[in-house]
Each structure stands twice: as C-alpha cells, then as structure tokens.
C-alpha cells in the first residue's frame, strides 16, 4: 500500500445532539468538524415526543 502525500486527514470530533425544548444531551454522533450544524427532529425521553435537536459541543 502506498502512501498518499499532502493530504491530511480531518480528525472526528464527538458532537452532542441537544433538545431545543428542555437543554437535555440525548444522542452523541462522531462527524467531521466544520460545515453546518445539525437540526434534526429526534426522540426527547422527558417529554415522550419528538422535539427539534441541535448540534453542539460540550
């Protein structure tokens, strides 16, 4: 296997899926950093519905 010159790998950051409604820290996801940040519609455990979850670092 050769070797690739001059290309750097971008290292994945562990980033936390938070409800918009209640602040709590749900899912973790592992993606690259950079780019937009997340807005997905997942499961909240404390008010037993889906809500909207944002992208963030702890």
Known sequence: ???KKGKSK???EVMYLVCEETGDYN???RRKAGGEKL???KYSPRLRKHTIHNEKKK
């Open 1 to 3: 296997m050769a070797k």
């Open 10 to 12: 971008r290292k994945l």
């Open 39 to 41: 807005k997905v519609k």
């Open 27 to 29: 899912y973790t996801i």
